[in-house]
Structures are given as C-alpha cells and as structure tokens.
C-alpha cells in the first residue's frame, strides 16, 4: 500500500484539485487553456444505506455529467453504512470505492490508513466559504482539508408521543421517567448500549473526553475527566433512568411501535420519517431534559458531528481531477438541499442551513436547540466506544456510591492502558475483543515478523483480527491469509466488512504476519 500512495501522491501533482463546474477550482485549467479532463471514468461510490440514497446519487451524477460535457462517469453506486465504510477502506484502500461517505469519527483511521487525497489550496477555501465552521473543522487534521462536510446534523435529542407526555414535563428526566411509568410506556436511550448515547451525562456536568492526534492522525494524547466527582454525578444522573423499568436502551425509531411502546426516544434527524409515519400528528420533538442530582440541575449533553464524503487518492491525475470536482458538487448546495427534502438530514451548507423550509424544520429545530448543549465530535480512539459503553450497565447494577466510583475508575485505568502499551494484537472471541490484550493476545515481534500461538475456543463467533494495540486500525486480515485459508471462512464482503479471520473449528493456532507484506499464515497445530 505504501507503493501505491507514494505513486498516486506523485500524479496528483500534475492537476490542481478541481472544482464545481468544467474547470479546475484553482480557476486554471490543467494544461493549454482547454478542459483536458473529457474522457470516461468508471468509478465506485458508497453512500448511505437510507433508502432512496443511492438513486439519489445516481441522478446527481448525471446532472454532473450535463454540467459538464464531455466528462462521462460511469458509477457503480453501493449502499454502505457511514459507520462501516472507513473499516471496509482501511482494510483494502485499493480496492476500496472512490468516493465513500462516513462519519467523522472515523476520519484519523482513514488519515493514517492514507485512504484520503488532501484537498488543494483553492478547493479548501471553497469549501471553507460554503460550509459551517463545525462541519469543516469535523474534515480537517493538522490544519489540512480531508474530506468534504455533508452535513451538520449528526447529533440526538428527543421525540415523544403527546398523547403520553405533556409539553410541561418535556424539562424534566425524573418527570418523563414517570410518566413513561405511570403509563407503562418506555423512555428508549441507548444508555447501556452506546457511548456516544451515554456520553450525554457526563456531558451535563462538565466533563471531557478530549483526544488529540499527531498530524499521522495517531493518537498521541487525551484530556478525560469522566473520571471525577462530576464523573459520579453524571453515574447518579444516569441511575435516574437505569433503575427505573421504563429504561430500554434502544434509539430505534420504530420503538414507538414496540409491543411495549416508547413514549420518549432518544435518537437524531435519521429516525425522523420513522417516527412520523407511526405518531403522525401525534409526534413531539424537543432538546433533552435537565436531571437533578443533590438539589442542582443538569441539562444532559450530547455529542454532535457531521457526515463526510472522501476522494481515495488515485495514479491518475485526470480521475483524481475529476473526482475532486465530483465530490464538490456532490456536497453542495443543491445536492444538500436533495438529500434533506429526500431524508431529512440537516444541511452543512450556509446556503442550504438558509433554507426556508429547512429553518422551520421542527426537528432540525430541535436539535439546533439541542446543540447548545452540544459537545463537537472530534478523533475519538476506537477503543473508547467500548471502554465508555459498559458505564450504563454499571449505574444500573450499582447499589452504592461506591460501586458507581469503582466503575469510573476502571473506566480511567483501561483509558490510561491505550497510551502504555505497543505493537499488534491478535483481537477476537477468544479474548473478549479486548484490543488492549497484554496478556492473551498481544503478539511477538521480531523486525516486521508478528507471531502468536492462541487456543480458539468453542463460541458462536470464533472471529477476529490483527489490530494495532489499543487501536482498531489494521489492514491485515481474512484477505490477507496466503497459507492456511482452508482453516477460515472465506472472505465475504457482505457479511465480513471488518475482514475478519473466523475459524472453522476451535483449536489451538499459530497465526504470523509480516508488516510490509501484510501476508498472514495460519498452522493449526
């Protein structure tokens, strides 16, 4: 892979990135005053998996097309989650698509796995011009343009059912808990079962997860004060809602609809014609409530991203030119302002956030109100999603404040552990997905060399991969095994998008791989 970026990195320098329209953004056309970039592009493209996505994007390509004559692309467009396409990418950057939407925090894999052309000079300060300052600050590392904003709206807040809530209690958890229970109704959060859900207390009383990168997109160190006696009054915030039996730890929309039916979900913009085809008029939207803890109040926060579009960097420079322009005009306005009127999401464009109908959007609305209270969605480590998940579970098994103290403080050993240890591990069934794995899976290095020899025991899932310790980052997996594939499930990419390695039987193993050659080889001995 190395090859290949240094080559592309080279051809890029023959173009200057392009803009909206037939000609370069820098405003020079590549060579002799004429648009040299006419020619036909075959070219992958992930977008969203939401329904009416991909044909949406097939119809704004062709308006590309008659925007600009003589650039023919011919797309092959696949519905990927914004959450799984920066895995698929990392895995396999050559073979990955050519333009991918994702979701920010996945935007310093991408960097370090150099599946991200940068942007130039003049393409940046068009995108910096037409673009909120959060949703470009979302798509930049070390003071670069990686990508491209598509939308500012990746956050939660609140909808009800006004049969069952009453717009004077929509300030208050205790008092949404309540009524959830007093009707035996459900209040749906993902408390226990997402962190970036959960986030949302400790948030409310001041503290920080903040996480900061080398210019690599490494991660390099960390402020975190989850760990804190505002820590423990988030705990107590979270007990509010985990010890009652109206709890369930869910977003879905569609909750509403439940045998139990939610009478509160906590969810974003996404879920938005889900729960309006089952409330219909019914259907309330608000930020979050505040909770009390000791006799003071607390307005629980939430995080706030954006989804992102990314070139893969190319070895030729007429289709990275091209590219660029696409990923431009796909990301603007117009197609902004498509995409909300298609499923509602809100727009990053100061021009489409302008928006007549898209001001009186009640739930954009909501979740404006909402980011008052907001913390930005920057480069968060891929292990702490798990290491903060298990923080639900704890407020709602403690029985004493001491339970809920020894929680954070295993909660900030297993943070402090990301930063003290080296080398890969050997991730998967047979060590709980721990990828801070010291003892039981941290593989043996000599030069480029990784070795483990491991026991696979008997379990539904008997999969995993080699990852960069403490870190989910890796190019190496099920594609990669050269001798011993007859042992593992082929590769597919519909059910494995994380390439992992899964046994066929249990056993005991010996697993190798060499770093610059990224092969693997599997003995069962």
Not at 272 to 301: E, Q
Not at 379 to 385: A, F, K, L, N, V
Request: proline share 2%; glycine share 8%.
């Amino acid at each position: 892979m190395k090859k290949f970026i240094t080559l592309l990195l080279s051809a890029l320098l023959v173009f200057s990135l392009a803009g909206c329209g037939s000609k370069p953004a820098d405003g020079n056309t590549p060579s002799g005053g004429e648009n040299t970039l006419e020619g036909t592009y075959d070219i992958t493209v992930w977008v969203s998996e939401t329904e009416g996505v991909k044909e949406l994007t097939q119809k704004q390509i062709e308006a590309f097309m008659e925007a600009n004559p003589g650039i023919v692309i011919n797309a092959t467009i696949e519905g990927i989650s914004e959450a799984d396409s920066a895995t698929q990418m990392i895995t396999d950057v050559e073979s990955g698509a050519d333009l991918f939407c994702f979701s920010q925090d996945q935007l310093a894999r991408l960097v370090q796995a150099g599946a991200l052309a940068v942007l130039g000079d003049a393409t940046s300060a068009t995108v910096k011009e037409r673009n909120d300052d959060v949703s470009v600050g979302a798509a930049t590392v070390d003071g670069k343009l990686y990508c491209y904003p598509m939308t500012s709206d990746n956050g939660y807040f609140m909808y009800y059912d006004k049969r069952i809530i009453s717009d004077d209690i929509v300030d208050s958890l205790e008092d949404l808990v309540k009524a959830c229970e007093d009707s035996n109704t459900q209040f749906s959060m993902e408390y226990k079962t997402s962190a970036w859900y959960n986030a949302a207390f400790f948030f409310a009383t001041g503290c920080v997860s903040e996480w900061q990168t080398n210019a690599d997109g490494s991660f390099a160190s960390v402020n975190d004060t989850f760990d804190s006696p505002e820590g423990l009054i988030a705990m107590k915030g979270m007990q509010i809602l985990a010890k009652s039996p109206a709890a369930n730890s869910s977003s879905d929309g569609a909750a509403f609809a439940n045998a139990v039916p939610s009478a509160v979900v906590v969810t974003g913009t996404w879920a938005s014609s889900t729960v309006k085809g089952i409330l219909g008029d019914n259907m309330g939207v608000a930020d979050l409530p505040s909770f009390t803890v000791d006799g003071k109040s607390y307005h629980l926060g939430s995080f706030f991203g954006n989804k992102l579009m990314g070139v893969k960097p190319q070895t030729d420079a007429k289709k990275a030119a091209v590219l660029q322009q696409l990923a431009l005009y796909l990301t603007d306005e117009q197609a902004q302002l498509d995409r909300y009127e298609l499923v509602g999401w809100g727009p990053s464009n100061l021009k489409a956030q302008a928006n007549e109908k898209v001001q009186k959007d009640v739930v954009l609305s909501a979740l404006r109100a909402q980011n008052e209270y907001s913390t930005m969605q920057g480069q968060i480590h891929g292990s702490w999603w798990d290491i903060a998940k298990v923080l639900g579970t704890a407020a709602e098994e403690a029985t004493s404040d001491a339970d809920l103290q020894a929680a954070l403080d295993s909660y900030k050993s297993a943070i402090d552990g990301l930063f003290s240890i080296n080398g890969y591990v050997f991730v998967g069934a047979w060590n709980g997905w721990n990828n801070a794995d010291q003892e039981a899976a941290l593989m043996t290095q000599e030069g480029e060399n990784l070795t483990i020899t491991l026991d696979v025991p008997e379990s539904d899932y008997m999969g995993g991969r080699i990852v960069a310790a403490g870190d989910w980052g890796t190019d190496m997996g099920c594609q990669q095994v050269t001798e011993g594939a007859d042992l593992i499930q082929p590769y597919d990419a519909e059910s494995n998008g994380d390439n992992n390695i899964i046994f066929l039987e249990a056993g005991n193993y010996t697993v190798s791989a060499n770093l610059s050659s990224k092969e693997i080889k599997i003995v069962k001995n």
